[in-house]
C-alpha cells in the first residue's frame, strides 16, 4: 500500500485509536501488556484478573486498537477483531456513530442490538471464513 495511503488512514482513523490508546494505557496500569501486529496496537489484562473476569466483553476494537481481556481472549477474537479495523478504516470517526446507531435501530424493532448488528454480523462473517484479511497498514 502506498505511504500516503497508508497515512491517510492513520489521520482518518487517529480520533478512535486515540480512545483506544487511553483504554491500553488503563490496562498497562493494571498490570496487562501491549504488543504490535496486523497494523495494529494490541493489549491484554493480565490473565486472571478479576476486571478480565467481570468484563462483558472478550474484546473491544477502537480504530486500529484492540483491546482484550486476556491473551486468549485477543488470540481466539483477532480475526474477528481486524474485521472492525478495516470498518474503522472504511468510516473513521463516523463508526463511532453508526455503531451505537445501528444497535438502537435494531433495538427499536424488536431485534438484537448486538447479534444483528451490520457490523458484527460482517466481522462474523468475514473471521468465519479463516481467509486471510488484508492490512492495511504495516509500520
Same mark, same amino acid.
Given at each position: 500500500?502506498? %505511504?500516503?495511503?497508508r497515512i =491517510? #488512514?492513520?489521520?482518518?482513523v =487517529?480520533p478512535?485509536?486515540?480512545v483506544g490508546?487511553?483504554l /491500553?494505557?488503563l490496562?498497562?496500569a493494571?498490570?496487562g501488556?501491549?504488543? %504490535?501486529g496486523?497494523?495494529?496496537l494490541? &493489549? &491484554?489484562?493480565?490473565?486472571?484478573?478479576?476486571?478480565?473476569?467481570?468484563?462483558?466483553?472478550?474484546a473491544?476494537t477502537?480504530g486500529? /486498537?484492540i483491546?482484550a /481481556?486476556? *491473551? =486468549?481472549a485477543? /488470540?481466539? +477474537?483477532l480475526?474477528? !477483531? #481486524?474485521v472492525?479495523?478495516?470498518?474503522y *478504516?472504511?468510516?473513521g470517526v463516523?463508526?463511532f456513530?453508526?455503531y451505537?446507531? =445501528?444497535s438502537?435501530w435494531?433495538w427499536?424493532?424488536?431485534r438484537?442490538?448486538?447479534?444483528?448488528?451490520?457490523f !458484527?454480523?460482517?466481522?462474523? !462473517?468475514?473471521?468465519?471464513?479463516?481467509l !486471510?484479511?488484508p492490512v +492495511?497498514? *504495516?509500520?
Open positions: 500500500m502506498p %505511504l500516503l495511503r =491517510a #488512514l492513520l489521520v482518518w =487517529a478512535c485509536s486515540v490508546m487511553a /491500553v494505557a490496562v498497562l493494571l498490570g501488556h501491549w504488543r %504490535l496486523s497494523g495494529t494490541q &493489549a &491484554a489484562l493480565r490473565d486472571g484478573s478479576w476486571i478480565a473476569r467481570r468484563s462483558p466483553f472478550h473491544i477502537l486500529h /486498537v483491546v /481481556v486476556d *491473551e =486468549a485477543l /488470540v481466539g +477474537s480475526a474477528h !477483531e #481486524l472492525h479495523v478495516r470498518q *478504516e472504511r468510516w463516523v463508526f456513530v453508526a451505537p446507531l =445501528a438502537v435494531l427499536m424493532r424488536g438484537r442490538p448486538y447479534w444483528d448488528n451490520p !458484527e454480523v460482517q466481522a462474523r !462473517e468475514l473471521a468465519s471464513t479463516n !486471510e484479511i +492495511s497498514f *504495516e509500520p
